[in-house]
């Protein structure tokens, strides 16, 4: 597709660069997918949603796409550096599960989540699990210049690499800290590629390797992954800004090390660009897991939220962006998303005319904003025009319409108001008799029996029930 160029914010230069494709035809993007040890809590999902976003937009663009999301079973330590506990492994001791039983079950909890956002689903799940065998052969051939053995794992050392921390900027950048001290090191970032098990201790998950029996580290497995999958280099990696400090640090210096080729080619890192989406935030900071009481997509459903009302809300932030997460703002984006459903549904409603004006404009419009680093807030009052331009006709604005959510993906060209309508988990009325009520209220008041409309107004909001009458949207109730 013509349009403007596509420029995207490179975390490495911490600018905005054109994109300019290994090979068009195929772009080759990765993102850092879960640990499944939990549910994911929303601020989780937002970096899925970017990177669909991005996946979208490089269509949009005319490229083909290959992406791959891993999902991470073994090797992620309870501190993103080296302490803690393996998080499977203490998920499984705390539910008294097989940890197999416990990636099985909140895989397919994030999968679920993903078709419920529609994030279209990557060309392959990339499990860590499956890829032992290929992280042991990596790590052979990098350790010998790269590693040193201690009791507790194989140590890769930083300072054989030129220019490590490079992503994360440690010197001007305020990072998280999280490097924890292990004892032995050489320095105080190196990391582990393989831990371990120690003496009389047996992990549910661990294998044989010339390190002794344990388990690959959680950097390791991203390198190993993203090479089998993708090759390197690739175009882009992508994650949440978290990774930008110690893990995807981490992963270059591994590439680097693999490739041999870090001193000939200084700025090899294995992708061409690194893109990273902002926290979601509430008003105690950021959200994560550790806190407690975190926030899943089904938290939202059970308040009465379509998920798609929070991929809209993420959408009306620019990635790179914090984004706060409050009721009213998530209440706030249902509201927009059910006034852009209205409007598709009175358009697919609406004879059919004649065009009295240009379409182009909008299209142009949209595209600039995409590809000016996938700025979907300044895309979104496009479609908001386009939908209400009395001038362009219905099919015209439908179809216009269609391609522009092929990028937003919010579905608006198959959702309905119905469908919007998500009855909380605390509902004390279902939807169907809810609906008899008000056929019976619209009946009465036909009928002028305005005593006994009130009446029915009056048991429907004691069960929660809020009617709306003369509502702008056509809307006649809400729980």
């Not at 344990?214 to 690739?234: D, I, N, R, T, Y």
């Not at 080619?265 to 902002?278: D, V, Y």
Request: charged residues 25%; aromatic residues 8%.
């Amino acid at each position: 597709m013509t349009g403007a160029p596509l420029r995207l914010y490179n975390s490495l230069t911490r600018s905005i660069e054109p994109f300019a494709p290994i090979d068009p035809a195929e772009v080759r993007v990765y993102t850092c997918g879960p640990t499944v040890y939990n549910y994911q809590h929303i601020g989780n999902m937002r970096a899925f949603l970017f990177a669909d976003t991005l996946g979208r937009v490089l269509r949009w663009k005319g490229h083909g796409l290959r992406h791959i999301i891993n999902i991470t079973d073994v090797g992620h330590l309870t501190s993103d550096a080296d302490a803690g506990d393996d998080k499977m492994e203490r998920a499984a001791a705390e539910q008294a599960k097989s940890i197999w039983d416990i990636a099985a079950h909140y895989t397919e909890a994030f999968k679920r989540d993903v078709a419920r956002l529609n994030i279209t689903p990557p060309a392959e799940w990339t499990v860590a699990t499956d890829y032992v065998p290929q992280m042991i052969a990596f790590a052979e051939a990098i350790a010998d210049r790269h590693c040193y053995r201690l009791d507790s794992g194989l140590y890769f050392d930083v300072s054989t690499v030129p220019d490590y921390g490079r992503l994360a900027r440690a010197a001007t950048d305020t990072g998280e800290s999280r490097i924890d001290p292990v004892s032995g090191k050489r320095n105080p970032q190196d990391f582990a590629i393989w831990r371990t098990s120690p003496p009389g201790e047996q992990r549910q998950m661990e294998w044989d390797s010339p390190w002794g029996r344990g388990a690959p580290g959680w950097h390791l497995e991203c390198s190993v992954m993203s090479h089998a999958q993708l090759g390197h280099p690739f175009d882009i990696h992508t994650g949440g800004i978290d990774h930008r400090e110690i893990h995807h640090p981490n992963e270059i210096a591994q590439n680097q090390a693999f490739c041999g080729c870090a001193d000939a080619q200084p700025g090899f890192t294995g992708a061409l660009m690194w893109m990273h989406n902002n926290f979601l935030v509430d008003r105690g900071g950021k959200m994560s897991k550790s806190a407690g009481g975190f926030l899943t997509l089904q938290t939202l459903v059970d308040r009465g939220i379509h998920p798609l009302a929070y991929r809209l809300m993420c959408l009306s932030a620019h990635y790179r962006s914090e984004l706060e997460f409050s009721w009213e703002g998530v209440i706030s984006a249902q509201t927009r998303l059910k006034r852009l459903v209205k409007s598709v549904e009175k358009l697919r409603a609406a004879p059919d005319k004649p065009s009295r004006g240009d379409a182009g404009p909008y299209r142009a419009a949209f595209d600039a904003a995409l590809a000016d680093d996938l700025n979907t807030p300044r895309a979104l009052p496009v479609l908001d025009a386009l939908l209400a331009d009395k001038a362009l006709s219905p099919a015209d604005r439908l179809a216009r319409m269609e391609a522009f959510d092929a990028v937003l993906g919010l579905q608006l060209g198959t959702i309905t108001r119905a469908d919007l309508r998500v009855t909380p988990a605390d509902a004390g009325i279902a939807p169907d008799a809810i609906e008899a009520r008000l056929g019976d209220r619209r009946t009465a008041r036909a009928e002028k029996d305005f005593a006994r409309s009130d009446a029915i107004r009056d048991e429907l909001t004691a069960a929660g029930v809020d009617v709306m009458d003369g509502d702008p949207l056509g809307w006649d109730w809400r729980l």
